[in-house]
């Protein structure tokens, strides 16, 4: 198994003190690591956050989450929720059911995606809040940066995302060396702005990250 750590990188709008958080945890059935991922992730909390689990909607051991549920719901700054997708199986339609969830609050919020396998280091997290709330529109939590690593996993893991980021960052001058990580958190008001079209799960970070670069999104990035 291999662990990530990630500095947060920016990419950004008027600051918004009290920004209200939603984190989107994608599962599968009978997901490894998932407990280890919800109890990491409400130790790193120091906001109040609304945890979203979301779920296959045929998933058979949802049973099980709710018992998940009920070990950790006394946690205090995490609201957690289960929910089914209702659009389609994956980890993909997953983070399209949180988004829209999110997205259909009122006002500007912050999202972040949690992958569910326990291989995050979560600690980033309340830095990458305050820069939403400095007025970034995405922070990029990057593993080939200074301060960044990602500990196991082998070259032949590394390497594709690695060469990816290097070689865009080369032909555009994007302000992140990971476009392909998913431990991405963004402003609301970018994702209602963003067409989504990938088609699997791995695209969706980059997606996102180029089309924000692309449209225009101020930069006040470095690393």
């Known amino acids: 198994m291999s662990t990530r750590k990630a500095a947060p990188l920016p990419v950004a709008s008027a600051p918004q003190a009290g920004l209200p958080l939603t984190v989107v945890v994608p599962t599968r059935p ?4 998932l407990e280890q991922t919800l109890t990491a992730l409400s ?3 120091s906001m109040p956050a609304r ?18 549920r009920g070990r950790l ?3 205090p700054d995490a609201q957690l929720e289960l929910l ?3 659009q389609g199986p994956g980890l993909l339609s ?5 988004f829209q969830v999110a997205c259909s609050q009122a006002g500007d919020g912050a999202v972040l995606v949690v992958e569910p396998d326990a291989t995050e280091d979560l600690s980033p997290l309340p830095r990458m809040h305050q820069m939403l709330e400095d007025g970034f529109d995405l922070v990029v939590g990057s593993r080939y940066c200074e301060g960044g690593a990602q500990l196991g996993g082998g070259s032949l893991k590394t390497r594709p995302s690695r060469w990816a980021g290097a070689s865009l960052r080369a032909l555009t001058a994007i302000p992140t ?3 392909t990580h998913a431990f991405q958190m963004y402003r609301t008001s970018l994702l209602r702005r963003v067409e989504l079209e990938s088609t699997r799960g791995p695209e969706l970070s980059m997606e996102l990250t180029v089309k924000a ?4 999104f101020p930069d006040r990035t470095s690393g």
């Open 177 to 179: 060396h990971d476009v």
């Open 43 to 45: 130790a790193a909390l």
């Open 94 to 98: 997953a983070i399209k059911k949180g």
């Open 30 to 33: 009978a997901q490894p690591g």
């Open 84 to 86: 089914p997708s209702d």
């Open 73 to 75: 719901e006394a946690t």
């Open 51 to 68: 945890v979203l689990v979301i779920h296959d909607a045929d998933d058979p051991t949802v049973p099980a989450l709710e018992a998940l």
């Open 213 to 216: 670069w692309a449209a225009g």
